[in-house]
């Protein structure tokens, strides 16, 4: 390495770790004392009345019973010899759980998380939002969406909380049959 190569990189990593040393000490230029002491207020308001429009509860799938739905679709899977992976998703689209089944094709991993994503963002069975497609072909464009059977929305008051999505057996009509065993178990 020659001289003119070693000054420009000893320089580089200089301001680099000069930026991070900056950040670091801007993150952390409030008080401690201050920062705990104002999440206890934005908390222990909440309780006093006209703050409570400051929070929401929600409905959560717990990881105990999107194992046990996923464990029931990929049950209901291999019952009729179908190698499938199944994808549990939460309200946000955030995976819980994914089982891939013995044997399951390498796409099917994806394509179960977005099933179950496009179930639970549209509150539908995805073999019905293929439908819409027809009306609207631009939802296809949608990041992270898949339109094709196979996830099934869970809800809780008829408000979606978590989605179920099977890919790999050789219709959606089947990947969806498998979700929808998945989504009763939680009935259970």
Known sequence: ????????????????????????????????????SASVDAVSSKKDGPADKNF????????????????????????????VTVAVVDRNGNTIVTLRG???GPQSYESAQRKAFTAVSWNAPTSVLVGRL???PNLKDIPGTLFLGGG?????????VAGVGVAGA?????????????VDALGK
Request: proline share 4%; net charge negative.
């Open 1 to 36: 390495m020659n001289t003119r190569t070693r000054v420009l990189t000893g320089t580089a990593l200089a301001v680099a770790l000069g930026a991070g040393a900056f950040g670091a000490v801007s993150a952390s230029a409030t008080p401690a004392s201050d920062a705990a």
């Open 56 to 83: 929401t509860t929600t409905t959560h799938l717990t990881v105990d019973a999107a194992t046990r739905a996923a464990q029931a679709a990929l049950k209901a899977a291999e019952s009729e010899n179908q190698k």
């Open 102 to 104: 013995d044997g399951a």
């Open 134 to 136: 027809a009306q609207t």
């Open 152 to 160: 099934t929305p869970v809800q809780a008051n008829g408000a979606p």
């Open 170 to 182: 050789p219709s959606g009509d089947l990947d969806e049959k498998f979700a929808k065993a998945g």
